[in-house]
């Protein structure tokens, strides 16, 4: 089955504990891409990758950080979470090239992961 | 920077009624995309217009695309209460960027 897979689904941590959130896509997309998702403010993009080695900073990307070392995985680092960090977070693949309507910028999301900071 | 606006964000209607959520901006969009998202889970792509004045069907909801591709509406027909969800509607800016609207949450009622 086509999928984006995140790992952990919930979390609840505290304040500097480094964690990560991984996201992997079983689907040979290019584009990979992190969101959060806050009541009232939709879906707001972290960083996203292009393809491998190539990220870039999306709309909120401050006290986050990502890597794209292989083309299925693009985890997602809080090096030092802090408590405006507690969101629900997505990760989401497309096709990178090609028309819209053979699902190029066509999103498929993961479930989602909660995270608590404390 | 490119802003999407959803209104309304909150909609509770009973089974059987009609309504119409509405995407706005200044901006034009190469598309725009309409997602369902149900509690738990990430959103699901329902449709994508490309052409402005496009018209798209799916079942009991229609989807347009303005013609200047800077707004869009969805229009559900005898809502039920499968229908029940946060709808986010989301533009591409030709690139790779999609950028999202907060979402119009509806609630149908049996």
């Known amino acids: 089955e086509a999928q984006v897979t995140q790992n952990p689904r919930y979390l609840i941590t505290v304040t500097g504990k480094k964690l990560t959130v991984t996201c992997s896509q079983n689907?040979?997309?290019?584009?990979m891409s992190w969101y959060r998702q806050d009541p009232g403010l939709g879906l707001r993009q972290i960083y996203y990758?292009?393809?491998?080695?190539?990220?870039d900073k999306g709309d909120v990307p401050e006290g986050y950080k990502v890597s794209r070392k292989e083309k299925r995985n693009f985890p997602l680092i809080l090096e030092s979470p802090s408590p405006n960090q507690t969101s629900l977070y997505f990760c989401?693949?497309?096709?990178?090239?090609?028309?819209?309507?053979?699902?190029?910028?066509?999103?498929?999301f993961g479930a989602g992961s909660r995270l608590t900071v404390l | 920077t490119q802003l999407l606006e959803q209104s309304p964000q909150f909609l509770s209607i009973q089974e059987g009624e009609n309504l119409t959520v509405y995407c706005n901006s200044s901006?034009?969009?190469?598309?725009l995309q309409w997602y369902r998202q149900e509690p738990g889970e990430g959103p699901v792509l329902l449709v994508t217009?490309?052409?402005?004045?496009e018209v798209k069907k799916l079942k009991r909801l229609t989807f347009q695309f303005g013609d200047a591709r800077k707004d869009s509406s969805l229009h559900i027909t005898a809502a039920q209460p499968g229908d029940t969800g946060l709808y986010l509607c989301?533009?591409?800016?030709?690139?790779?960027?999609?950028?999202f609207g907060a979402g119009t949450r509806l609630f149908v009622k049996a």
């Open positions: 989401a693949s497309s096709l990178n090239s090609g028309h819209i309507s053979s699902g190029a910028n066509v999103l498929t």
């Open positions: 689907m040979n997309h290019e584009y």
């Open positions: 990758s292009m393809n491998v080695e190539v990220t």
């Open positions: 901006s034009v969009f190469s598309s």
């Open positions: 217009v490309v052409t402005g004045g």
């Open positions: 989301a533009g591409a800016d030709g690139g790779f960027k999609t950028i």
